[in-house]
């Protein structure tokens, strides 16, 4: 298996612009979520989906964030209009509903808001 | 709510020697899992080991084990004969069932250097 998927890996932008990140969670898992890594804040949860639906989005941090899962193998984090506090490391990671209970996360995207 | 708290935000050690990272993490519940990842350079995610609440036994993973301590709330790793690759950012992770909501909390992390 190819492992969670993400593009793109860096993505540079002006503060105002839309930017979409994009995330294809491993086959057959269950379960997509999408972290958010900052020094000052770390590792921090923005939004889960089991089974294509939003579960849990209390992470997300406001409006302009917005994130949807279309179908079992594809999702977009979305923020518009983007700021530079937007700076960060976007993970995307899977899990299927049972078994080692393993998140496996793809390898980040460094979004810089300039 | 669960917090993680690693208090250590550096660590050094030798290579060859032995080395433990601490975790601490506050919850009300029984059931849930502890996890230790390691963050290259690279950012890349990688799962070191993992630990059942609900097991006695401390996990161990070749030159990684842990030091479980259900009541004092604390998840420590020892890394034993340190390899130059052992450098990385290591983050201890609480997650409670999938059932409950299977999110990721993570401590503030641990940075490791190991020193040829």
């Known amino acids: 298996d190819a492992g969670v998927i993400q593009s793109p890996r860096h993505e540079v932008t002006e503060m105002g612009q839309e930017v979409t990140l994009r995330c294809k969670p491993i086959?057959?898992?269950?379960?997509l979520f999408w972290y958010r890594q900052t020094m000052m804040r770390g590792l921090e949860l923005l939004i889960y989906?089991?089974?294509?639906?939003?579960?849990?989005d209390s992470g997300m941090p406001e409006d302009r964030f917005s994130a949807k899962m279309p179908n079992a193998s594809f999702s977009t984090l979305k923020i518009q209009p983007s700021e530079p506090r937007d700076s960060a490391v976007y993970f995307c990671a899977s899990n299927r509903a049972s078994g080692s209970n393993e998140q496996f996360f793809g390898p980040g995207t460094r979004l810089t808001v300039l | 709510a669960q917090t993680v708290t690693q208090s250590q935000p550096e660590m050094s050690v030798q290579e060859a020697e032995t080395v433990t990272l601490s975790c601490t993490y506050d919850?009300?519940?029984?059931?849930?899992?502890l996890f230790w990842y390691k963050q290259p350079p690279s950012r890349q995610m990688i799962l070191v080991i993992r630990?059942?609440?609900?097991?006695?036994q401390n996990a161990t993973e070749n030159r990684f084990s842990v030091n479980f301590q259900k009541a004092a709330k604390s998840f420590s790793l020892k890394i034993s004969d340190s390899q130059l690759g052992d450098a990385a950012m290591y983050f201890c992770?609480?997650?409670?069932?999938?059932?409950?909501?299977?999110?990721?909390?993570f401590g503030q992390g641990t940075e490791l250097s190991v020193k040829p």
């Open positions: 989906f089991n089974n294509n639906v939003p579960i849990d």
């Open positions: 919850t009300s519940e029984s059931d849930y899992y």
């Open positions: 086959s057959g898992h269950d379960y």
């Open positions: 630990q059942e609440a609900y097991k006695q």
């Open positions: 992770a609480y997650r409670r069932p999938l059932s409950q909501g299977g999110k990721l909390i």
